[in-house]
C-alpha cells in the first residue's frame, strides 16, 4: 500500500494541469497547505496504468485535497461497480482521465464541507455528480458546486447512486430517437441488464410494448418470468430467433420501430429482423465483441436506420441541459417503486470481492454497490 | 417466337388489375377493340418468371393498346439497360410488377399520339416516363399523360434516357441527408459506376472533396486518371485501403461527413474508416454481394449513422414532388456537358448483345443504351 501511495504522489507532484479533481488534487497540499479548507483524508480505488482492473486497481489511502471557493467535498455514500467503469480502467475508451486515476464514475454522497462562494447546498444535503465523471469510488470527493446534483432523500441510496448512467441511457434511448406512440412496440436484447430492465419499465410506462431478447442460459425460463413480471410483452432466448423470419414471434404485437443493441452478432441481426420497415437500432454496447452485420437488402428494401448511443456524447450535447429534469423524473419513479432492478450492497472495504463479481468472476451477481 | 407471344396473351387476358398500362392494357384490345384509339403494334423485351434475363427475355411483338382519354402513347428512342433492370428479372426486389412484364425502367421518347383529355403535351414532344417504372423496353409505349415528363429537346438522347435512375440517385444521396458545405469532403465505393461518376461531378460543382474508391483492376492507374478528370480529388483501390488507418489517405482533405456504399464488404469498411465522427453512410447497393460489418466501437465513440438509400422509396415519399426539377437541373447540366458519362447505344434489335454486355459476360463495356 505505503508504495503504491508513494508512486501515485510522487507522479501527482509533476503535473500542472487539474481536470480531474479527485486525486490530482492534492499536489496542491503541498503548496497551499493551511492557506484554505481542506477535505478529511480520503481512501480511494485508483489506477496507475490500464488493464484488467483486478490487477491494477489498489485501494489507498489519499491525503487531504484543497477545498477552493466554488468547491463542494462530498462524503460519498454509494457508487455501483457499472460495466463502463471496468472499461473505462481497462482502457478501451477513447477519452481517458490522465493517469493514475480514481476510478468509478457515478454515485450519490452528503455534502460534508464547502467553500466560501457556494450558495446553493447545505451540509448534510443528498447529492449526486451531475454530469457522472471519473472518481467516485473514493470516500471524499471535492468537485466545484455545478457538477453536483441535488436530490430527493426518499429515494433510496441504492437506486440515487445508479441512475445516472442506465436508466438515463435507458430513457434517453426511447425518448431522443423515434417518436414512440402507446401501443407501439420496442425490441432489445440483453434484456437482463440495468438498461434492458429500465426499458422494459419506463415502455410499460408509456404504454409501450417490448420485445425482449436474453442470452441462452440456465435457469432461462424463470429469467423470462422475472422479465415478464416487470412489464416485459415478449422474451426469447438468442437461439429462439436463430431462424430467417421472426414475424411468428411477434404474437399480437406490431412490428417494432426501434431496437436497442448492447451484444452485437447474431443477436444484433434478430434485433434487426424484428424491425419493420423504416426502423432504427441504436447499438449501446457489444458484450459478445462481435460486430454488427447488416445486409444490403435490409439498408435497401426495408430502409433501416442504425446509430450508436453514446451517454457521455449526449452529455455533451444541448441534450445536457435537460438531463437533470429525466435524473429527477427517474428518481421520483424510483422513489414510488415504478423504477427498480436488483442491487447488492458491499462494504468500500470489500471491494476487491465486488470486483470480482462485477467482472464475472464468481458466478452470476446482482449489480455491486459499494457502500462506504 | 409465336408460342411465346400466346402465352403472354393467354396470361394477360386473365388479370383484372392495370397498374403497369405496358404489357397489360393490351387485354383492353379483345373488349374494347375499335371503340377508342389504339396505339401501333409495339415490339417489346418481355420476361414471363423471374431468373436470369438471358435466359428469361424475348423480344417479341406485342398487339396494339387503347389510348385512353387521359393516355398518352410515346414511340421510345432510347432506354438502358440498367443493373437495376437486371435485378428487377432477377425477381431480387421485394416490389414486383405481375408476370408477364415489360423490361426497362427508364428511357425517352417522343410523343405519337394522345387521348382527348390530354391538354399538356402535342405530337412530337420529348418526354421520359417520371417516376420511373416498368416497361420502357419496347417501341411504344401508352401511359397517363401524369407520368410523362416533357423535357428539353437540345439534350443528348443517351443522357436524357439514363437521367431518372442514376444521376437522381447521386443528387438524391448528396443533398438529402447531410448538409454539406463548400470545402467539406464525401468518400464512395463503386467510383466508376454511373452514380459514381455523377457524385464526382455533382460534388465538385458544390465545391466539395470526393474520396474515391475502385476496385482493383487490371488498369487501375488509367481508371485513377480518368476519374480525376471527371473531378475526383482522391482516388484509391480498394487493396489500397486494407490498412487500419486510413487518415494518410486523406491528403489535405477534411475527413469527409458522407459516404456512399454500393460494394458492401471490406470495400463498405473502407468507406466507414474515412467518415469522420458524426459521420453518414448510405447503401445504395451491394455489388459484392457481402454484407455491410460494423464494429461497436465505430458505432458509439465514432456515433456513425448507416442508411439505406432507395430511389423507389424517395420516390413514394413526399421528395417525389421536386424530383421532376431535380431532373430538369441535371438535364440542363447534361446539356451543358457538365455531367456525363460514357456510353454504348446499341440497336434494339441487337438487344442480346447489349444484355449480355451488360451482364458483363463479355468483359467491360461502356452502359448500354437501346436505341430503337
Not at 423515434?178 to 426499458?199: E, F
Not at 447499438?283 to 447488416?294: E, F
Request: charged share 20%; with cysteine; net charge positive.
Amino acid at each position: 500500500m505505503a508504495s503504491a501511495r508513494t508512486l501515485v504522489l510522487k507522479h501527482l507532484h509533476g503535473r500542472t494541469s487539474c481536470y480531474f479533481n479527485s486525486v490530482r488534487s492534492s499536489r496542491m497540499v503541498s503548496i497551499r497547505a493551511y492557506s484554505s479548507k481542506l477535505s478529511p483524508p480520503s481512501k480511494g480505488v485508483v489506477y496507475e496504468q490500464h488493464g484488467s482492473p483486478d490487477e491494477v486497481t489498489r485501494v489507498i489511502d489519499l491525503p487531504p485535497v484543497e477545498i477552493k471557493e466554488n468547491d463542494v467535498c462530498v462524503k460519498m455514500l454509494a457508487s455501483p461497480i457499472n460495466p463502463s467503469d471496468i472499461n473505462r480502467i481497462q482502457g478501451v475508451y477513447p477519452v481517458r482521465p490522465p493517469l493514475p486515476a480514481v476510478g468509478g464514475y457515478e454515485g450519490v454522497g452528503q455534502v460534508h464541507d464547502f467553500g466560501s462562494a457556494v450558495k446553493g447546498l447545505s451540509i448534510g444535503d443528498l447529492v449526486i455528480p451531475s454530469p457522472p465523471s471519473s472518481g467516485a469510488w473514493q470516500t471524499f470527493v471535492v468537485k466545484e458546486e455545478s457538477l453536483w446534483h441535488k436530490i430527493d432523500k426518499d429515494v433510496p441510496l441504492e437506486f440515487a447512486s445508479t441512475v445516472t448512467v442506465n436508466p438515463l441511457t435507458a430513457l434517453l434511448m426511447l425518448d431522443d430517437f423515434v417518436t414512440l406512440n402507446p401501443g407501439d412496440a420496442i425490441v432489445q436484447n440483453g434484456s437482463t441488464s440495468i438498461v434492458g430492465q429500465c426499458v422494459i419499465q419506463l415502455a410499460k410506462l408509456r404504454g409501450v410494448h417490448s420485445i425482449n431478447i436474453i442470452r441462452d442460459r440456465a435457469g432461462a425460463e424463470d429469467v423470462k418470468e422475472r422479465l415478464k413480471k416487470l412489464g416485459a410483452d415478449e422474451v426469447y432466448t438468442e437461439s429462439q430467433l436463430e431462424v430467417k423470419n421472426v414475424n411468428g414471434f411477434l404474437g399480437a404485437l406490431p412490428e417494432p420501430a426501434l431496437g436497442f443493441n448492447c451484444v452485437g452478432g447474431n443477436s444484433a441481426s434478430s434485433v434487426l429482423k424484428f424491425l419493420r420497415q423504416g426502423g432504427t437500432m441504436l447499438t449501446y454496447g457489444g458484450m459478445s465483441k462481435k460486430p454488427v452485420t447488416v445486409s444490403t437488402s435490409a439498408f435497401i428494401f426495408k430502409d433501416l436506420t442504425l446509430r450508436g448511443f453514446w451517454l457521455q456524447n449526449m452529455m455533451n450535447s444541448d441534450r445536457a441541459v435537460d438531463c437533470r429534469v429525466m435524473i429527477d423524473y427517474l428518481l421520483s419513479l424510483m422513489r414510488d417503486r415504478k423504477l427498480k432492478y436488483e442491487m447488492e450492497l458491499v462494504p468500500f472495504d470489500e471491494f476487491p470481492v465486488a470486483l470480482d463479481k462485477a467482472l464475472g468472476k464468481l458466478g452470476s451477481h446482482p449489480k455491486q454497490i459499494l457502500k462506504f
